[in-house]
């Protein structure tokens, strides 16, 4: 069974626009840690941001923040005044503790940003 | 610091030959993933470590996969034999801690399979 679903295979956004790539995840652990990646077409995994299960308030980091929903399990990335540079693959990833810190990613957003 | 270091980037074989993928996670880490990347299948994970031992290795697709880590900065993935299937991204990654630790991603080896 899908652990992470990532429901948009492909987005669009205008330049300087906000835009959120959805991510919801399945687990029983409660304590867990959730990740975003960015993978531009040069092919490197790019860490963005981090949430623990634990955390009282949703992460941000600069122009990135995490939308996070414990009780609907979603935890999405919104990306604010997009920019040509944003264009890429962003994966959402979860790391179980009972798993033994196994992280499994889902199957990745394509954001393409639109001058 | 150097980030995790992976070679060869690049690696072009033949069906059938044995291919040994290398990876130089973060000094001081204590895990140590392998992924591989297809358009196919996305990202997925082959099998990680903990203070060099195995955790898991459920996602080694089959007997022709094998992984090492012999000391703390030092693993190798050995596919024997190769076969064009096997074509894809290979990433190393390497964390510190448990939990909400990041992983930190080497560059990859692109494997060509003919």
């Known amino acids: 069974a899908q652990k992470i679903t990532q429901t948009q295979p492909g987005m669009f956004v205008q330049e300087k626009e906000a835009v959120t790539l959805d991510c919801t995840y399945d687990?029983?652990?409660?304590?867990?840690?959730l990740f975003w990646y960015k993978q531009p077409s040069s092919g490197e995994m790019i860490f963005l941001i981090y949430?623990?299960?634990?955390?009282?308030q949703n992460a941000t980091e600069g122009r990135y923040s995490l939308n996070f929903q414990k009780a609907r399990k979603s935890a999405n990335l919104v990306i604010s005044a997009s920019q040509l540079g944003d264009s890429a693959m962003y994966f959402c990833?979860?790391?179980?503790?009972?798993?033994?810190?196994?992280?499994?990613f889902g199957p990745g957003t394509s954001l393409s940003v639109i001058p | 610091d150097a980030g995790v270091i992976q070679s060869p980037r690049h690696e072009v074989t033949e069906m059938g030959q044995e291919v040994t993928l290398r990876c130089k996670p973060i000094s001081g880490h204590d895990y140590l993933f392998w992924y591989r990347q297809t358009m196919m299948r996305g990202l997925e994970l082959l099998i990680y470590f903990n203070n060099n031992v195995p955790i898991d290795d459920s996602g080694m697709p089959e007997d022709r996969f094998s992984a090492k880590m012999p000391n703390a900065s030092f693993s190798t993935l050995k596919i024997q034999p190769s076969e064009p299937r096997d074509s894809a991204v290979y990433f190393c990654?390497?964390?510190?801690?448990?939990?909400?630790?990041?992983?930190?991603f080497g560059p990859g080896t692109r494997l060509t399979v003919l």
């Open positions: 990833a979860m790391r179980e503790k009972t798993s033994y810190d196994k992280v499994i």
């Open positions: 990654a390497s964390s510190w801690r448990a939990g909400e630790d990041t992983q930190y």
């Open positions: 949430q623990g299960s634990y955390d009282q």
């Open positions: 687990t029983s652990d409660p304590s867990y840690g």
